[in-house]
């Protein structure tokens, strides 16, 4: 069976020419939406997922806009809102050496280079120039570790293990 990942939400329409407005889930947004690539969009009530062609995509404020072959205006896309767009795992392509896809990061134990456990990493949060992890610590406290060179020592993404050497403060 065929495995699928976020790449985005749709979260409205914008104009009445067929395009959507999506947050996304993806570092790569130039590279999934460009024209021509294709996405699977995964609706809640839809039994099938649907395979949409990208027409054309543009940035607008913190927004990816999307237009799809043979959705030409508002009423046909209107019922897309809430729908999330997907890639196959055979779209993912390779990536550069430290680079991870968040699947292969969320799930993944954290401990000390001294061995002391952590938690788990349960989320990405990308606020700007470096990704932050948020950890799920003993007792549900959530810890937040930013993936910089200094504190994520070595990540392991087959055993599902992350080695990191706290700055100080970091952990408290």
Not at 52 to 79: A, C, M, P, Q, W
Not at 118 to 129: D, H
Request: some cysteine; proline content about 3%; charged content about 30%.
């Amino acid at each position: 069976m065929q495995k699928y990942y976020n790449v985005g939400k749709i979260v409205n329409t914008h104009g009445i020419k067929g395009e959507v407005r999506v947050i996304s889930k993806t570092d790569f947004a130039d590279e999934r939406y460009k024209p021509g690539n294709s996405l699977t969009l995964f609706m809640p009530e839809a039994k099938e997922p649907i395979e949409l062609t990208i027409k054309s995509h543009r940035k607008h404020k913190n927004f990816d806009l999307l237009t799809f072959n043979g959705y030409e205006n508002i009423n046909e896309i209107e019922k897309m809102k809430g729908g999330i767009l997907k890639v196959s795992e055979d779209q993912l392509g390779a990536l550069e050496d430290n680079e991870f896809y968040y699947h292969e990061i969320i799930g993944c134990e954290v401990t000390t280079t001294s061995g002391e456990e952590i938690g788990k990493i349960k989320e990405i949060l990308s606020p700007g120039a470096n990704d932050v992890w948020v950890i799920k610590g003993k007792g549900g406290k959530e810890l937040l570790i930013p993936y910089i060179e200094d504190v994520v020592k070595s990540v392991d993404v087959k055993t599902k293990q992350i080695v990191i050497e706290p700055m100080e403060g970091l952990l408290s």
